[in-house]
């Protein structure tokens, strides 16, 4: 009551429960867009935004307002994202007809008065600045306060008047509209539909914002960073054709990733960027759409950077820079024995397609580049520019497994040298602009696609039939004996993904076999080459690309098993899908005949499959996913009960949660439920329910933390985990959903919200230093 009083109170002194637009203008003078071009510095003893005030914005507002889905743009992870402020338009628009212009953050302009120019409006007050003004006058204190004066209700479920739907309209109100916004929606304070700051929290956000919103500046680099950056920025700024070649290679696979220092105790967050100067120099980064898109300048420059934003579970990709890394770059792209005679132009026809652009760097050096880190890459199919989108990954199955072609197999470069002179010819969506048609682009993508699996089904069919292979598990790639990336676990979560090493979970219902053309291929098609700020033509064809993706990697895996079971294996997977569409996964346009020289024994070949695969690879699975590493053997016991639950009562239980359990060990202990949602098939663009069978769904229980939007909390004693499982076990309807969650879950209501939060959060630090980031709340569930 105190902190709601004082709130009150404050914001009473500064006007803020009777300002208008026109008032604000009478007070406090006309808003001056330039007034945070340059922050305040922070005063002696005054609150600091690093130490102080970054903390709060993390764990409270980043977990909602990161990312491209960040309500109404407003990106809070870092001081400029506070500074520019929030806008009307939508990054995710399903339904847009003309690409719209890009609007990222530290990329697409560098000054709030700037964003202001593109119709960004302030959250901080632009007006005199006087500690009154700048309460009265912001955006966001008043959000902040207007949770103070009128908190969540005292029940466990919101009521109809909170949206948490991920399609609702934003609510942006600009400060000269925000009385009647507070009238019409009082508990619509921040953080939207959670617990508010507590006293102390809003205590110090009050003091900076009052203040000014000083800024402390970046943090500046270590000694062993300056010193790392200097060597690498050396290495990527080489002057030669065969340097630049790879340096441009490099930074289109890598200007999505977090990479970091080994030898840097921090293992600081750095990007590498396009600049019009050299190294020694103020980094003047150069802004396209696409990475590969045409700089304007006569030579690039390849510089490293800090990350300056918060790291997002949902967005952090981290990717190690070393010795052993210089070295492999070296003698995979410089020792090799290739010329460059001429370097590629920016001609949208060359650079879309990589197979063109970088036809003159050897494939064998692109593909052990691939997988040396083939997790990593994946993520950025994942984590890259889609932070939300069911379009976007209902091309994938809940639950499936990844393989890679060795790259020591014989018959590879003969039948990779064919598949790469028909990739040369085939087109990706990217090649038609951001600005796309649908019907003509899509009836030519589609021509191509069956002229590739024909040329690419001959070669292989050739290859074998001249005894240059044969089809067995040697055509897996093992790891090169210590790789952790020779076996990958894919989950999706409706409308977001994961990606994790190991065989994850139970034997999925379907499985890929990824070479390096099909690698390459979906990497430009989902990241380089894709932009969220596409038009629903851009938009529409990616998605229906990957569907041919997907099936190629399908058939991959299909040509492992005996040729009698390839075509009913994959009408399994595809049951209910029209009958073109299984023609490229097996059938008409993609086929082998030659037999599997594997010895079956059983009469389920695919599960046995699994069995030799996960044998074969077994020195490099990760473990730390497995229910085995869990050293109290009764806890042990339940959880893998639990993950025995199948059927239609997990269709109650949200994607993915996170489950705490105490009193099995000296501190709690965290496990990912992932329920995978069963498919007839994945081939549908909508109606995505008529695919859906319900008493086919799995459950994968997992230490850790895998996904990055928990849909839920649940915190129980390890004894209470039986009686967990029995409930979830029996669910038949929504209200049997709700009576779990009324006893076992946190829910977004709950007083001791942010409290769990931050446990979680620090429990995930610990779990994953390098890998973890914020969680994302704009799923968790009001259930």
């Known amino acids: 009551m105190r902190s709601r009083a004082a709130a009150g109170l404050l914001c009473l002194l500064a006007g803020c429960a009777t300002l208008s637009g026109d008032t604000l203008d009478r007070l406090y003078g006309p808003a001056d867009p330039k007034r945070f071009d340059q922050p305040l510095s922070t005063a002696p003893g005054g609150v600091s935004y690093r130490a102080d005030v970054a903390p709060i914005l993390q764990r409270r507002c980043v977990v909602c307002h990161g990312c491209y889905d960040a309500p109404c743009q407003i990106k809070l992870g870092a001081w400029e994202g506070v ?33 202001r120019e593109r119709g960004f409006y302030p959250v901080l007050n632009e007006r005199s600045p006087t500690p009154q003004a700048n309460l009265a006058a912001s955006v966001l204190y008043r959000s902040l306060a207007l949770k103070q004066q009128h908190p969540l209700p005292d029940t466990p479920l919101l009521g109809d008047g909170f949206d948490f739907s991920l399609d609702r309209a934003a609510s942006c109100p600009r400060i000269e509209q925000f009385d009647r916004y507070a009238d019409k929606h009082p508990l619509a304070g921040m953080p939207y539909g959670l617990p508010g700051l507590n006293a102390q929290e809003m205590g110090t956000i009050t003091r900076w914002l009052g203040a000014g919103a000083p800024y402390d500046g970046d943090l500046p680099l270590s000694a062993v960073q300056r010193r790392q950056v200097a060597q690498w920025e050396a290495f990527l700024n080489g002057g030669s054709n065969k340097q630049r070649l790879m340096s441009r290679y490099l930074y289109e696979h890598l200007f999505l990733g977090h990479l970091y220092f080994d030898d840097d105790p921090a293992h600081r967050s750095m990007r590498i960027v396009r600049s019009a100067t050299p190294p020694g120099q103020p980094v003047q980064m150069i802004a396209t759409r696409r990475p590969y898109d045409d700089p304007g300048v006569p030579f690039v420059y390849y510089r490293l950077v800090p990350e300056r934003e918060a790291l997002l579970a949902k967005t952090h990709m981290p990717y190690a820079l070393n010795a052993a890394r210089l070295a492999k770059y070296q003698r995979w792209f410089l020792d090799a024995p290739f010329e460059v005679g001429t370097l590629p132009s920016y001609e949208v026809a060359v650079t879309s397609n990589p197979f063109v652009a970088f036809r003159d760097l050897p494939a064998d050096s692109r593909y052990r580049f691939l997988l040396d880190e083939a997790q990593y890459f994946i993520m950025n199919f994942i984590k890259g520019p889609v932070c939300r ?102 989950f999706r979560h409706f409308d977001s993904a994961s990606v994790v090493q190991g065989l994850v979970g139970e034997p999925p219902k379907t499985a890929w076999v990824i070479g390096f053309a099909l690698f390459e291929r979906i990497y430009y098609l989902l990241a380089a080459g894709y932009d969220v700020y596409g038009n629903v033509g851009h938009q529409l064809n990616s998605r229906l690309y990957m569907d041919f993706m997907r099936m190629e990697g399908e058939f991959n895996f299909l040509t492992l098993l005996p040729q009698a079971a390839r075509q009913p294996t994959a009408e399994y997977w595809y049951r209910g899908a029209r009958g073109e569409a299984k023609e490229y996964v097996y059938g008409q346009y993609a086929s082998l005949s030659t037999p599997s020289a594997i010895d079956y024994r059983s009469k389920d070949p695919q599960r ?149 939060s931050d446990a979680v959060h620090d429990a995930y630090q610990a779990w994953a230093p390098l890998e973890a980031g914020l969680f994302d709340y704009n799923r968790f569930e009001n259930r």
């Open 83 to 115: 500074a520019r402020g929030g806008s009307l338009e939508a990054v995710y628009d399903a339904t847009r007809l003309s690409e719209a212009a890009p609007s990222r953050l530290f990329v697409d302009a560098q000054l709030p008065s700037q964003w």
């Open 389 to 490: 989108g069911q379009m976007a990954v209902d091309v994938i199955d809940d639950h499936f497994w990844v393989f890679f072609v060795d790259p020591e197999t014989s018959a590879r470069e003969s039948v990779t040298e064919a598949i790469l002179r028909q990739a040369e010819a085939t087109e990706l969506p990217a090649a038609s602009g951001s600005d796309s048609g649908v019907l003509g682009p899509w009836l030519r993508y589609a021509e191509q696609e069956r002229a590739y699996l024909r040329n690419k089904s001959q070669a292989l069919q050739k290859a074998m039939d001249g005894g240059a292979a044969r089809i067995d598990l040697s055509l897996i790639w093992n790891g090169s004996g210590g790789n952790r990336n020779a076996a990958l676990t894919i």
């Open 608 to 756: 046995e499959l699994y069995a030799l695969l996960r044998q074969r690879l077994a020195p490099v699975l990760e473990p730390r996913f497995e229910l085995a590493q869990v050293g109290n053997a009764q806890l042990r016991g339940a959880l893998q009960a639990l993950a025995r639950v199948q059927g239609v009562s997990l269709q109650w239980l949200p994607e993915m949660s996170v489950l705490r359990i105490e009193g099995a060990g000296a501190a709690p202990q965290y496990f990912s439920l992932l329920r995978n949602t069963a498919h007839a098939n994945v081939t549908h663009l909508a109606g995505e329910t008529k695919e859906l069978l319900p008493a086919e769904n799995s459950l994968t229980v997992v230490p850790g933390f895998i996904g990055a939007y928990p849909n839920a909390i649940y915190s129980m004693k390890a004894d209470e985990l039986p009686a967990f499982m029995q409930a979830l076990a029996t669910m038949a309807s929504e209200s049997d959903y709700r009576a779990l969650a009324s006893r076992f879950a946190i829910r977004r209501t709950s007083g001791g919200f942010w409290a769990a």
